[in-house]
């Protein structure tokens, strides 16, 4: 499908110093037109209010070369991955070293987006493995299904400057709403229309320093438990307060009921 932007992250992990992350996987994905890849999936780290862009050290490579910039398009710029409709279409292992990260709480992003116009069948993935790493999140869970509340919205969003950083701080809901982390949005000043993407997804305190702010921006902080996110906000248009439309961009799924 065009213009998409569809992301996985994994539990919460500690890297040790030989921690390494082994995806396998299928893709065929828009092939490169005038020298230029379009269409594109990768990986990240996200840490410390940071989300970091990862290479394979082996196995099947990202592209080499010119990639389109997609601004804030699924929140990758000129970023490399994984592109082509006939270099990735077999099943194989992309393997990347995560001991830089050693003695670090992390989690990992797969991203895979589309621009407007054209798109092949994406990319698959399966058996992922996290080699030598602490705290494996799946191991936390139970083997039934709990059903949780829904999200809510967030409260008393406050936004502050200190050198070029913008300092973002919110309160979360609180009970019976179901929170387990927050995803960061922003979208373009002078205001004409809604059109935040996400910066960060699944941000696991009530503060977030953006310090890749290089122009005017609105910012919106959403809620989210383990599969959906909640309430952007409502603004009122002179007569009626209005929900702010989702993301199409979006880190998740939404789930506006009261909780």
Aim: glycine share 6%; charged share 15%; proline share 6%.
């Amino acid at each position: 499908m065009d213009e998409k932007c569809d992301v996985i992250i994994s539990p919460i992990l500690e890297a040790t110093d030989s921690s390494q992350l082994i995806i396998h996987n299928w893709y065929s994905i828009e092939p490169q037109t005038g020298y230029i890849w379009y269409d594109r999936a990768n990986v990240h780290i996200l840490y410390n209010s940071s989300r970091i862009l990862i290479s394979p050290i082996s196995g099947k490579a990202y592209q080499l070369g010119t990639f389109w910039d997609a601004g804030p398009m699924c929140n990758m710029g000129t970023e490399q991955g994984w592109s082509g409709d006939n270099t990735g279409n077999f099943w194989g292992n992309s393997i990347f070293d995560l001991s830089s990260f050693a003695r670090q709480k992390f989690q990992t992003e797969i991203r895979y987006m589309t621009d407007i116009i054209t798109s092949k069948e994406g990319i698959y993935v399966d058996d992922i493995q996290f080699i030598n790493v602490k705290y494996e999140g799946c191991d936390q869970y139970p083997n039934t299904y709990i059903a949780q509340n829904p999200p809510g919205k967030n409260y008393n969003l406050q936004i502050s400057k200190s050198s070029n950083n913008i300092i973002l701080s919110w309160i979360p809901p609180t009970s019976p709403c179901s929170v387990t982390s927050h995803n960061i949005y922003r979208g373009s000043l002078p205001f004409v229309g809604y059109n935040h993407a996400p910066i960060a997804c699944s941000i696991n305190n009530s503060t977030y320093i953006d310090n890749s702010a290089v122009d005017n921006y609105y910012y919106l902080v959403v809620p989210m438990n383990v599969s959906s996110e909640g309430s952007y906000g409502t603004s009122f248009n002179g007569s009626t307060w209005n929900e702010i439309p989702q993301s199409n961009y979006r880190c998740n799924l939404q789930n506006l009921n009261p909780c």
